[in-house]
């Protein structure tokens, strides 16, 4: 993780120095001191490159002199439309931009330090690198950014504002950790022994295995994973902050890899697959941000993982299996198994632990894709309060969601010949009726369901997420329990 610092604002005499300029900002503070003391290299360039301090430009000047190897200014737009976001996204484009310096300072003198602490959470979240399994890349080729120092004349308001934000970012970091990780590697046992290690911020963990799921009855999930030779696991994650408040619930689908089963995919594309466990791994890092910053909240999250595999002992098109609920589901096809695997884990939570509400993510459906693209989340509710406060969370961090319709008619498409339902209908609207599935196994509790297909991973960067893992849903129900339910 990028090594933040906060000092005093004073002019530094080496090294990367980082601006944030509002759109047609007067030079003040640390800007006007660099401009002199390199005699006006920073007006000239910004006259010659036209920047006006607009919403995503960019200017960087080299060696501009006073010891300074570059000087990078970052724009924010009008002053009026500034939030937290702004300075995320500016300090991400600054760190993308620095890159290639060892370290660099940056210039936050006159903003709050709530502000000064936003922008380093976003330099420190466009810093992430997964490199565990480059062996032969060049010194040239790898970024070197390792330490920011925030300057700001607000400094113990901007530390007290990191502390919860650099949780928050580790929690960020395990998700994308896992999500990035190969399948061959990270199998449910292996995907349950790194959860363990999250013991140590003082979660409580309890690991369920074969024989385990066998005996309680987890039918639903246990016909996902009979296919593979690496058994299945469900891993349930404590966070007790809140007193004796009933807890807030987070459920993630872990298929750690779908090849369809039975029904198996196409072999273009299949290696995305291993992110099929992102909304598991959602649910991991966002555990681990509630526990990294003490919050104050009961919080239960639980995770079923399965490998979903064709073999001699797989799932057959056709299979009747009955759920933990007792509900019995005729699988039509077995490419259609986060839902399978969320049935059962999604009744033991709400039969264990009575939560407020439940949320679970999954990378259910490419239907989601279709409607929606990877700029918003599908969101599907049983509870409109529920829904609104996502929905907010969403803006606030920038994980968008879009609420989808859900109904009766919709629900009536899963009527089965032979069994309590089928898992599958016909592909209009399929997420919906995907949605409605998992909602039979909610019963009344206040419920969402975020399918995060279009959003998991990314083939570009974007402002705080490099290309890969992009960890959604973490920062949106960090901010969602922070909002609403913490010290509630």
Request: hydrophobic content about 45%; overall charge negative.
């Amino acid at each position: 993780m990028l090594e933040v610092t906060f000092a005093d604002a004073a002019l530094p005499t080496s090294g990367a120095l980082g601006l944030l300029v509002a759109e047609s900002a007067g030079a003040s503070g640390l800007w006007h001191e660099a401009d002199e003391a390199t005699g006006g290299a920073i007006t000239r360039a910004f006259a010659a490159a036209e920047f006006t301090g607009k919403d995503g430009q960019t200017c960087t000047i080299l060696a501009p002199g006073a010891g300074l190897s570059r000087v990078v200014a970052i724009g924010l737009g009008k002053e009026a439309d500034l939030t937290p976001r702004k300075y995320e996204d500016a300090g991400g484009s600054l760190a993308a931009t620095l890159a290639r310096e060892p370290a660099a300072a940056l210039a936050a003198d006159g903003l709050p330090g709530a502000h000064a602490a936003a922008a380093a959470l976003g330099a420190t979240l466009r810093a992430y690198r997964f490199d565990l399994y480059r062996t032969k890349q060049k010194p040239e080729d790898k970024p070197k950014l390792a330490a920011l120092r925030v300057l700001t004349t607000a400094r113990d308001e901007a530390e007290t504002a990191w502390a919860p934000l650099k949780a928050l970012a580790n929690g960020v970091f395990t998700t994308r950790d896992l999500v990035s990780e190969p399948a061959n590697i990270l199998t449910p046992a292996e995907f349950a022994t790194r959860i363990h290690k999250l013991a140590d911020l003082g979660l409580q963990i309890e690991a369920f295995g074969q024989e385990e799921l066998e005996t309680l009855g987890f039918g639903s999930l246990l016909g996902v994973s009979q296919g593979s030779i690496n058994p299945p696991r469900m891993v349930v994650m404590q966070w007790r902050g809140g007193g004796d408040d009933k807890p807030v619930a987070f459920i993630g689908k872990g298929v750690t890899f779908d090849t369809g089963g039975i029904s198996i995919k196409p072999a273009a594309g299949m290696e995305d697959m291993k992110w099929d466990m992102a909304g598991a791994g959602a649910v991991v890092g966002l555990m681990a941000a509630l526990a990294g910053r003490r919050a104050r909240v009961n919080a239960v999250g639980l995770v079923g993982l399965v490998e979903n595999m064709p073999s001699g002992t797989a799932q057959r098109p056709g299979d009747v299996v009955k759920s933990y609920s007792g509900q019995t589901i005729e699988v039509l096809n077995t490419d259609a198994e986060g839902r399978l695997v969320l049935a059962d884990v999604l009744w033991y939570a709400q039969e264990k632990f009575d939560p407020r509400f439940m949320v679970d993510l999954a990378t259910l459906t490419g239907a989601i894709i279709v409607a929606l693209g990877h700029e918003h989340a599908g969101l599907f509710s049983n509870d409109d309060d529920l829904a609104t406060k996502l929905l907010a969370a969403g803006e606030a961090t920038g994980e968008k969601l879009w609420r989808m319709p859900m109904g009766r008619d919709y629900d009536k498409q899963l009527k089965s010949d032979i069994a309590d339902m089928k898992n599958i209908t016909g592909r209009p609207g399929s997420s919906i009726t995907a949605a409605q599935f998992i909602a039979r196994f909610v019963n009344e509790k206040p419920w969402a369901h975020l399918d995060i297909a279009g959003t998991a991973w990314s083939s570009k960067d974007a402002p705080i997420t490099p290309k890969g893992a992009t960890a959604f849903g973490v920062r949106l129900l960090d901010r969602l329990v922070a909002d609403y339910f913490e010290g509630k």
